[in-house]
C-alpha cells in the first residue's frame, strides 16, 4: 500500500518520506507559514542595499559604490532591479557634459543607458537622483551580484553619492 513515514531529527525537523523512500518533504523545526505553490509574479524575496560614501569619477567606466547580490530559489525566477542612484555633475570646462550608467550582473553588462547632455557655465554644478528599473532573467540558482557603473564624457568630476548622500539597490525575485 502507499502510506508514509514521519522522522524527527536532532533539531526537531520532521522528515516526512514516501513508503518507498521516492520523495521527501522536511519541514524545517520553525513557527512560521508554508508556502505551497509559486504563482507566477510573486515575490519570492527582496534584497536592498544602500551606498553612501563619494565616489569622483573623472574618466573610464567605474564603480559607482551601488550593489547587491541574490540567490534565486529557481532558476526560471526573475530579478526586477530597481536603482535610485545619487550625483552631482560640476562643469570645470566650456563643453557639455554628460554621463551614462550601466548596469552590471557580474562582468556582463545588461543595460547601458543613453547619454543625456547637460551645458553648464564653467564653475556650475547640478545635481539630482537616476532612477530606473530593469527586469533580468539571470537563470541561475547562484549567488548573483549586480552593480551600477558610470562613464562620465570629460574629465569634468561627476560624483556619486555626494555629501554622503545615499543611494539605492533593491533586487526583488520574482516567480516565473
Do not use: W
Not at 534584497?47 to 574618466?59: F, L, M, N, P, R
Not at 537616476?130 to 574629465?155: E, K, V
Not at 560624483?159 to 526583488?172: E, F, K, V
Request: charged share 5%; glycine share 10%; no cysteine.
Amino acid at each position: 500500500g502507499t502510506g508514509f513515514a514521519v522522522t524527527p531529527d536532532a533539531s526537531g525537523n520532521l522528515a516526512f518520506q514516501t513508503q518507498a523512500g521516492a520523495n521527501t518533504i522536511t519541514v524545517p523545526n520553525v513557527t512560521g507559514t508554508i508556502l505551497t505553490n509559486k504563482t507566477a509574479g510573486t515575490v519570492l524575496q527582496v534584497v536592498q542595499a544602500s551606498y553612501s560614501t563619494e565616489v569622483s569619477i573623472s574618466s573610464g567606466t567605474v564603480a559607482t559604490g551601488l550593489s547587491a547580490s541574490i540567490t534565486p530559489t529557481s532558476a526560471t525566477s526573475k530579478i526586477l532591479v530597481l536603482i535610485s542612484q545619487q550625483y552631482n555633475l560640476t562643469q570645470s570646462g566650456g563643453a557639455n557634459i554628460y554621463g551614462y550608467m550601466t548596469l552590471k550582473r557580474g562582468s556582463t553588462a545588461i543595460l547601458t543607458g543613453t547619454p543625456g547632455e547637460v551645458q553648464l557655465n564653467s564653475g556650475q554644478q547640478i545635481g539630482g537622483r537616476a532612477s530606473f528599473n530593469y527586469l533580468d532573467s539571470p537563470a541561475t540558482t547562484s549567488s548573483t551580484t549586480y552593480a551600477l557603473f558610470h562613464t562620465p564624457n570629460s574629465g569634468s568630476p561627476q560624483i556619486m553619492q555626494s555629501n554622503s548622500n545615499t543611494s539605492l539597490i533593491t533586487l526583488m525575485e520574482i516567480a516565473a
